[in-house]
């Protein structure tokens, strides 16, 4: 299972939200840099980076943080925040993404994101689903749609996605422990799908947890940022 640390940006800066509500804002370090590099000294090779400001402004502001990351590290990282155009979309590349997440318009315009598929290769574009109650999120997470997460995951499946990043809502920043069940069930369903856990891992155990589902990855952000999981724990994860 990947260990995939989150870095989310806000003014160039490296910040956590609580349910992905920009009042509940905590900044953590002024050098997302600096914070990468001690990923990658610690081993771990991937890195899932959220432009918070481009998800709000709909156009990606933090490119040159993208590039300065990719140019001196050699982490693969995955980028998304406000990506709604096929030119950001090559912004995003060109600036040094090994992958792009598209996220809500993903929900919103999946004829858009099929012809990503299409363009890029599906090796280049994972979808978000991020979900609460086992449907689907839109709208900054403020509304829950009809479509539930299987059959969201399943129909890109069918159109050619293979990667998805699965973020529960409820827990995404409150360190409450990752949706175990919901997983489990998905992973049941549609066994093709890579799965990546997104949202509450919070302690090494729920780690372990998340491999013995066979999950293809697990994003970490608060809890590393919070120390509930040191980077020295994750070493048995990138061996």
Not at 58 to 70: D, G, H, I, S, W
Not at 106 to 121: I, K, Y
Request: some cysteine.
């Amino acid at each position: 299972m990947e260990i995939i640390p989150a870095i989310d940006l806000i003014g160039g800066q490296c910040v956590r939200l609580t349910e992905g509500d920009f009042a509940q804002q905590t900044t953590y370090d002024s050098d997302p840099l600096a914070v990468a590099q001690r990923f990658e000294q610690h081993g771990l090779r991937r890195l899932h980076l959220v432009d918070l400001d481009g998800a709000r402004a709909k156009q990606p502001v933090n490119l040159a943080v993208l590039e300065r990351l990719a140019r001196h590290t050699t982490l693969h990282i995955d980028f998304g925040g406000g990506l709604q155009h096929e030119d950001a979309v090559r912004q995003a590349f060109d600036a040094g993404a090994a992958q792009i997440t598209a996220g809500s318009i993903a929900v919103r315009e999946p004829e858009t994101v099929q012809h990503w598929l299409r363009t890029f290769g599906a090796g280049r574009i994972i979808i978000g689903a991020d979900f609460r109650d086992e449907h689907i999120a839109i709208n900054a997470w403020a509304e829950q749609s009809e479509r539930t997460l299987q059959e969201f995951v399943a129909g890109y499946l069918a159109a050619g996605a293979h990667t998805f990043v699965c973020t529960d809502v409820r827990k995404d920043g409150k360190l409450q422990g990752p949706a175990l069940e919901t997983y489990q069930q998905l992973r049941g369903q549609l066994p093709a799908a890579r799965l990546v856990a997104s949202g509450g891992v919070t302690t090494v155990a729920d780690l372990q947890a998340l491999a013995a589902l066979g999950m293809h990855g697990a994003i970490i952000g608060k809890a590393i940022y919070e120390g509930t999981i040191s980077l020295a724990e994750l070493a048995p994860f990138v061996a």
